[in-house]
């Protein structure tokens, strides 16, 4: 399994943007997706973005046309690009890898803190 490492995060002001990377121990190009997700304190996580081995996105409705998710193969990165941040945005992101191979437990980085105030 690979190793993800989040960067990346901090205090931004509302209308902010900052931009999120997970470094990959090895390849990423053959995992089925790789994604962005968060855990606000006292919620659930969630799936904020994905971005499959083909390029196809997928985004939660509170981020669509605000964040961006992108993969970099060559680099073994995947980022997260968010724009006009709101105070509901804070929570800690983590980065995903998604195999869609049975037996095999997603990966997970260990995630970064984003705080959106003012």
């Known amino acids: 399994q690979v190793q993800l490492v989040e960067s990346g995060g901090g205090l931004v002001q509302p209308g902010g943007s900052l931009r999120l990377s997970c470094a990959a121990s090895?390849?990423?190009?053959?995992?089925?997706?790789m994604g962005w997700y968060r855990q606000a304190p006292g919620k659930q996580r969630e799936l904020v973005a994905r971005i499959s081995r083909g390029g196809s996105t997928n985004y939660a409705d509170s981020v669509k046309g605000r964040f961006t998710i992108s993969r970099d193969n060559a680099k073994n990165t995947v980022y997260l690009q968010m724009n006009g941040l709101k105070p509901e945005d804070t929570a800690v992101y983590y980065c995903?890898?998604?195999?869609?191979?049975?037996?095999?437990?997603?990966?997970w980085g260990q995630g970064t803190q984003v705080t959106v105030s003012s």
């Open positions: 995903n890898g998604q195999y869609g191979i049975i037996g095999v437990p997603d990966s």
């Open positions: 090895r390849s990423i190009a053959s995992i089925l997706y």
